[in-house]
């Protein structure tokens, strides 16, 4: 049994060493991976945390992860179920709760928070389905489940559910993208995420300016000298502009 038991764990570590290196470009060698990457480490230890929680032993189980934290700079809870191939890349300061599952093939970035939003000893943390990639310091609150290859942009702040195959970002999150063509892509690309709110002010202001425009036609049919309103156009194109480069409203 225990030799069965030994056989599996190192199958299992052997699967998070080679998802490491398919999603992390700057893995050079599998014993770069074993000996240097916290997020993988945390996960390890981890699943020795787990059994012991599973088995009644929570101080133990606590104690674990307490020493997984100070070595790694990631603090799971052993309550949570983290399934295969989970990688965690550089990992300092993520915090995953007490009742959070993460399904297999996840892909989490540094700062991100599985948290609860209750004092009840119930499910209070998120569900992350199979291929879901969150981004760095995004916070996904509550009982919520975040479907099957769903993508999280970084900073974002996730309080309902998500679709499967969706891309939430902003705050709170909002869907930008409603579903992808592969459900299992593990790229996140940080600087080309769609920005909702930046298309809402862009699409009133084009409304505007072809309301102006129309009214502009209608005055000169009539011989109505027309508004000087071209120059407050041009100055609210220039803010968008300036919002869409990160310039804030």
């Known amino acids: 049994?225990?030799?069965?038991?030994?056989?599996?764990?190192?199958?299992?570590?052997?699967?998070?060493?080679?998802?490491?290196?398919?999603?992390?470009?700057?893995?050079?060698?599998?014993?770069?991976?074993?000996?240097?990457?916290?997020?993988?480490?945390?996960?390890?230890?981890?699943?020795?945390?787990?059994?012991?929680?599973?088995?009644?032993?929570?101080?133990?189980?606590?104690?674990?992860?307490?020493?997984?934290?100070?070595f790694t700079g990631l603090e799971i809870h052993p309550g949570a179920k983290i399934g295969r191939r989970v990688f965690i890349d550089h990992g300092m300061g993520v915090v995953i709760g007490e009742t959070?599952?993460?399904?297999?093939?996840?892909?989490?970035?540094?700062?991100v928070v599985l948290g609860g939003t209750s004092l009840s000893k119930g499910k209070r943390h998120p569900t992350l389905k199979n291929g879901v990639t969150v981004g760095s310091n995004a916070c996904i609150l509550g009982p919520i489940e975040v479907g099957e290859g769903a993508r999280i942009g970084s900073g974002s702040v996730v309080v309902r559910p998500v679709p499967a195959g969706a891309t939430v970002v902003g705050v709170p999150g909002r869907v930008a993208i409603t579903s992808r063509q592969s459900h299992h892509e593990q790229d996140l690309e940080h600087g080309q995420?769609?920005?909702?709110?930046?298309?809402?002010?862009?699409?009133?202001?084009?409304?505007?300016?072809?309301?102006?425009?129309?009214?502009?036609?209608?005055?000169?049919?009539?011989?109505?000298?027309?508004?000087?309103?071209?120059?407050?156009?041009?100055?609210?194109?220039?803010?968008?502009?300036?919002?869409?480069?990160?310039?804030?409203?």
């Open 193 to 249: 995420l769609p920005d909702p709110v930046s298309s809402g002010l862009r699409a009133a202001i084009h409304v505007e300016h072809v309301l102006e425009e129309r009214l502009r036609v209608i005055e000169e049919m009539m011989g109505v000298a027309s508004p000087k309103w071209s120059r407050s156009l041009k100055k609210d194109w220039i803010s968008l502009s300036e919002f869409e480069e990160g310039g804030g409203i």
């Open 100 to 111: 959070a599952e993460i399904g297999d093939d996840c892909l989490l970035y540094k700062g």
């Open 1 to 70: 049994m225990p030799l069965e038991f030994l056989r599996r764990a190192a199958a299992t570590a052997k699967e998070d060493v080679l998802a490491a290196r398919a999603r992390d470009p700057a893995a050079k060698s599998t014993w770069e991976v074993v000996l240097t990457y916290p997020g993988i480490h945390a996960v390890w230890v981890h699943r020795i945390a787990h059994v012991l929680y599973e088995r009644r032993h929570t101080t133990a189980a606590r104690v674990v992860s307490h020493v997984n934290r100070f």
